[in-house]
Nanobody, 124 residues
Framework: QVQLVESGGGWTQAGGSLRLSCAAS????????MGWFRQAPGKEREFVSL????????NYADSVKGRFTISRDNAKNTAYLQMNSLKPEDTAVYYC?????????????????WGQGTQVTVSS
């Protein structure tokens, strides 16, 4: 069992930065792929980024490539999402999730555990 708690969301102007954290409890964190998804009002939840258990493989949605960076610290059971050059279209609730599928897990059904989400709002 893995429990996930996101933090770091908030409000910023376009061009600003935020860093999301995802703290995990449970002994299996270091063996799980960690992913970030987001859901904007009226839209379906979409994949943002993932990182493999070792940190050796990462993947990003095209919409965030070059602006977002995912990382993890297995010693702290925490995953991060550094978001730079934020745009109004990045406004959404951001969720972290844990998967045993591996570094190809870009679909939400491939994730077993989810956090409660954290709101990110970017104004123009």
């Amino acid at each position: 069992q893995v429990q996930l708690v996101e933090s770091g969301g908030g409000w910023t102007q376009a061009g600003g930065s935020l860093r999301l954290s995802c703290a995990a409890s449970g002994r299996t964190f270091s063996t799980q792929t960690m992913g970030w998804f987001r859901q904007a009002p009226g839209k379906e939840r979409e994949f943002v980024s993932l990182i493999s258990w070792s940190g050796g493989s990462v993947n990003y949605a095209d919409s965030v490539k070059g602006r977002f960076t995912i990382s993890r610290d297995n010693a702290k059971n925490t995953a991060y999402l550094q978001m730079n050059s934020l745009k109004p279209e990045d406004t959404a609730v951001y969720y972290c999730a844990a998967s045993s599928y591996g570094a190809w897990a870009i679909k939400d059904y491939q994730y077993d555990y989810w956090g409660q989400g954290t709101q990110v709002t970017v104004s123009s």
